[in-house]
């Protein structure tokens, strides 16, 4: 919305309407910092929850291992 706000600006400036293309640039600055801000806020979210998931007291017990392979069936011979 911001890079629309900013080619609106432009297009204001081209057609003498420096009021319009100030105002626009002032929204367009704003929105971008206000992006800036919520792309940060939510990587450290993600990063919150990468630690709650990953810390010792919150791991899941390990799985228990398969058990081994049985014995390998004997081979069928075909009747001559």
Same mark, same amino acid.
């Given at each position: 919305?911001? $890079?629309? /706000?900013?080619a609106? #600006? $432009?297009?204001?400036?081209?057609?003498?309407?420096?009021?319009?293309?100030?105002r626009?640039r =002032?929204?367009? +600055?704003r929105? !971008? *910092? /206000?992006?800036d801000?919520? !792309?940060? /806020? =939510? *990587?450290?979210?993600?990063? !919150?929850a990468? +630690?709650?998931?990953?810390?010792? =007291?919150?791991r &899941?017990?390990? /799985? &228990? !291992?398969? &058990?081994?392979? =049985?014995? #390998?069936? *004997?081979?069928?011979?075909? &009747?001559?």
């Amino acid at each position: 919305m911001h $890079e629309f /706000l900013g080619a609106a #600006a $432009e297009w204001c400036e081209r057609h003498q309407e420096p009021d319009f293309a100030q105002r626009y640039r =002032g929204t367009a +600055q704003r929105l !971008a *910092e /206000l992006g800036d801000q919520l !792309a940060y /806020l =939510g *990587e450290d979210r993600l990063a !919150a929850a990468y +630690q709650r998931t990953t810390t010792a =007291g919150s791991r &899941p017990a390990p /799985l &228990p !291992a398969p &058990p081994p392979p =049985g014995p #390998a069936p *004997e081979p069928r011979r075909r &009747p001559r």
